[in-house]
């Protein structure tokens, strides 16, 4: 790189002594390279600087040199100093990457979770931070602070301009950032739903219910007024509090799922074509292919951002474009497909039900045919708390009949 920068030219070597030429250049410190022998000369590559001093070692050696090539910048610039336009293009194409640098063409968030990248970037357009804007607005304090500020899952905010790329580095919290306040006032625990009592824990409140009944959905399972009775078992007065504990109860969960046996199939035929597409802003220009027959096709685009160093972005997107001809008809279902389906729909189910926390005892599932259908139904006997707070349900005041007074 620093020879074509400062110019080279090859050299052939004739005369006298040759030998006493090149020890003469090796004593006066001239940078010689790539010595071959051509028909019983020598040829050399030497810099454009080195061959400016080499005039007196050529009058004492008694040789001759003789240019064969020329090579670099300096011979590069003289042959096209009369191409004005060439010029003018060069030192545009130059001013425009300069001016494109002073833009950012690119914003990439690193170290988010919780919040997807079209979440931030909606964000940011709100904040008047998008691709595009100029370099010097983006006040980043301010952005870090901002970010921390409309998303309190977000404990850590590095953000910075790197060439043209805005860079976001995020910090999430581990742990729920806001826990939902409770209600502390008196309640109730009623039963959320149908099902047997397996085991129940009494923090607060009185038991209205053991383990091995059987209870209804909205029923009192600890009742939230406790009773001071005197020595005669009368009751003297009652104070209300928060009924807590836990009940754990085997209930039932159903599902039923109704699948047409036919179905359509789509498959590909093997043909493919590819092709690629351009974008920049709004402007876009695809090469590809037309498709031409009846039958469909599916096409994949993989979209990269120009980038010409580190993180040199440019507002320039390239896109590779793969197409696959798709045959679509419809056909039965197997009987391992049925199976695979009835399997799979049940592993969601049970698993959808185990985040929820509860515990899956038995697992029932089967399959029904009908003419046009294939119904996949299921039983799952869990085990999960069913206790949920309520508002206390007051007690019914016996009426008590006056004495009739006689005339």
Not at 148 to 173: C, D, H, Q, Y
Not at 224 to 248: F, K, N
Not at 368 to 376: G, K
Request: with cysteine; proline share 3%.
């Amino acid at each position: 790189m620093l020879h074509r920068l400062e110019g080279t030219v090859r050299i052939r070597l004739s005369g006298y002594s040759p030998e006493r030429f090149l020890n003469l250049c090796n004593a006066r410190g001239l940078e010689i390279w790539d010595i071959r022998c051509v028909d019983g000369d020598y040829e050399f590559n030497m810099t454009l600087k080195g061959f400016q001093r080499v005039r007196p070692v050529v009058r004492k050696s008694k040789v001759r040199l003789k240019i064969v090539g020329r090579e670099g910048f300096p011979f590069f610039l003289r042959r096209n100093r009369t191409r004005k336009l060439w010029v003018l293009g060069a030192a545009g194409f130059f001013f425009l990457l300069y001016g494109m640098s002073l833009f950012i063409w690119d914003i990439e968030f690193q170290g988010n979770y919780q919040y997807t990248d079209d979440t931030l970037n909606r964000y940011l357009n709100e904040r008047d931070i998008a691709c595009g804007m100029w370099k010097s607005r983006v006040d980043c304090p301010r952005l870090e602070s901002d970010l921390r500020s409309a998303f309190p899952e977000i404990s850590w905010v590095s953000a910075r301009v790197m060439g043209t790329r805005l860079l976001v580095e995020i910090k999430e919290n581990q742990v729920i950032s806001s826990v939902k306040e409770e209600d502390e006032g008196a309640a109730d625990l009623a039963a959320g739903k149908d099902g047997v009592i397996r085991s129940m824990i009494v923090r607060s409140g009185q038991a209205r219910t053991a383990v091995g009944d059987r209870v209804q959905k909205g029923q009192v399972l600890i009742a939230g007024t406790l009773s001071i009775t005197d020595d005669s078992g009368q009751e003297v007065r009652s104070y209300e509090v928060r009924a807590d504990g836990d009940v754990w109860a085997e209930t039932v969960y159903t599902y039923q799922e109704t699948i047409p046996l036919v179905h359509q199939v789509r498959i590909p035929t093997g043909r493919e074509k590819r092709g690629w597409s351009i974008r920049w802003g709004e402007l876009s220009y695809t090469c590809l292919l037309p498709s031409f027959g009846e039958k469909e096709w599916d096409y994949e685009r993989e979209e990269k951002q120009v980038r010409l160093f580190g993180n040199f972005y440019l507002p320039i997107y390239i896109s590779q474009i793969r197409g696959r001809e798709m045959e679509e008809y419809e056909r039965p279902y197997t009987q391992e497909e049925i199976l695979e389906l009835a399997a799979d729909y049940n592993r969601r189910f049970a698993e959808n039900l185990e985040e929820k926390g509860v515990q899956i005892l038995e697992n029932d599932d089967r399959i029904e045919r009908s003419a046009e259908n294939c119904i996949l139904k299921g039983e799952l006997t869990v085990l999960e708390q069913i206790g949920e707070p309520v508002p206390i349900q007051q007690k019914e005041e016996e009426s008590v009949p006056s004495e009739t007074q006689g005339f």
